[in-house]
């Protein structure tokens, strides 16, 4: 049994910083992949950002690229994805997303709202 705990969303300006986070607990003898993935109302769940279980290799959506990062803790089975310079077009859902063994995992989802 994994199960992964999300954190950090909620109402920010535009322009202001929020910070993302996702634990996974759990039944875990190591992660390979953990990705964060969005979706505004009316549209399909976008990807956002992976990153592999070194954290030497990240990848982003043109549109956060500048913006977000994604780090990892290993030690602490978590991944981040700080969001600055934020706009009202990244308001949504979003979702951590973790590749353990051979199986994918999906967070409860965080609501992040930028006001303009």
């Known amino acids: 049994q994994v199960q992964l705990v999300q954190s950090g969303g909620g109402l920010v300006q535009t322009g202001g910083s929020l910070r993302l986070s996702c634990v996974a607990s759990?039944?875990?003898?190591?992660?390979?992949?953990m990705n964060w993935y969005r979706q505004a109302p009316g549209k399909q769940r976008e990807f956002v950002a992976t990153?592999?279980?070194?954290?030497?290799?990240?990848n982003y959506t043109d549109s956060v690229k500048g913006r977000f990062t994604i780090s990892r803790d290993n030690a602490k089975n978590t991944i981040y994805l700080q969001m600055n310079s934020l706009k009202p077009e990244d308001t949504a859902v979003y979702y951590c997303?973790?590749?353990?063994?051979?199986?994918?995992?999906w967070g409860q989802g965080t609501q992040v709202t930028v006001s303009s």
């Open positions: 997303y973790a590749k353990i063994q051979y199986s994918g995992y």
């Open positions: 990153i592999i279980s070194s954290g030497d290799s990240t």
């Open positions: 759990g039944s875990i003898f190591s992660i390979n992949r």
